[in-house]
């Protein structure tokens, strides 16, 4: 079993920032990508953020430029480096990672984390 542990978001100020984490644990024996997604409200969840085992970083369009990801490998943990903020930014930000558990490939997905952006 893996269990991700999301924490860092909040209210926060056009132009300001804010730096997610997803903590995962269990009995993980390697991690092919870990990511960000978001679902602003009423709008479908989409990609923010991906960081392959390989190093590729894929960010989407709207992000680019804006916000970071990174990972701690050591520790299982996926970071989110969010800067220059805008309301469009607001939304429920979930992880998600590819493992590999006894042999087998899982998706798990953190609880979610509520970001809000005011003008």
């Known amino acids: 079993q893996v269990q991700l542990v999301e924490s860092g978001g909040g209210l926060v100020q056009f132009g300001g920032s804010l730096r997610l984490s997803c903590a995962a644990s269990g009995n993980i024996e390697s991690i092919y990508y870990m990511a960000w997604y978001r679902q602003p409200p009423g709008k479908q969840r989409e990609l923010v953020a991906r960081e392959a085992d390989d190093g590729t970083v894929n960010y989407g369009d709207s992000v680019k430029g804006r916000f970071t990801v990174s990972r701690d490998n050591a520790k299982n943990t996926v970071y989110l480096q969010m800067s220059s903020l805008k309301p469009e930014d607001t939304a429920v930000y979930y992880c998600?990672?590819?493992?590999?558990?006894?042999?087998?490939?899982?998706?798990?997905w953190g609880q979610g984390t509520q970001v809000t952006v005011s003008s």
């Open positions: 998600n990672l590819l493992v590999v558990v006894a042999g087998l490939t899982y998706s798990y």
